[in-house]
Nanobody, 126 residues
Framework: QVQLVESGGGLVQAGGSLRLSCGTS????????MAWFRQAPGKEREFVAG???????YYADSVKGRFTISRDDAKNTVFLQMNSLKPEDTAVYYC????????????????????WGQGTQVTVSS
């Protein structure tokens, strides 16, 4: 089992920045890829960004150039730096972990992730 705990959410004005953190524990050696998803009220959960083997990154078109995913293996933590935030970024953000070497469209399928955090709320005011 792998445990994931997100933190760093909050309320920010449009154009502002937030940094989310996802701490991992347990059988972390089994994790190859980690990702951030988000779910806005009344909408399906959607992929935001992913990182594989601490080197390869992948982003949804809606956040490219604004969000950056990174991973600190020494601290078993994954980060999501979010800049130039927009009201449409408002959602609950979830950290997810997979034992698969995800690529291209496989990043988007929530079924490819075995472990999930509890989520952290991000609210962007206009």
């Amino acid at each position: 089992q792998v445990q994931l705990v997100e933190s760093g959410g909050g309320l920010v004005q449009a154009g502002g920045s937030l940094r989310l953190s996802c701490g991992t524990s347990g059988r972390t050696f089994s994790v190859i890829a980690m990702a951030w998803f988000r779910q806005a009220p009344g909408k399906e959960r959607e992929f935001v960004a992913g990182i594989k083997w601490s080197i390869s990154t992948y982003y949804a078109d809606s956040v490219k150039g604004r969000f950056t995913i990174s991973r600190d293996d020494a601290k078993n933590t994954v980060f999501l730096q979010m800049n130039s935030l927009k009201p449409e970024d408002t959602a609950v953000y979830y950290c997810a972990a997979s034992g698969r070497a995800l690529y291209d469209t496989t990043w988007y399928n929530s079924g490819n992730y075995a472990y999930w955090g509890q989520g952290t709320q991000v609210t962007v005011s206009s």
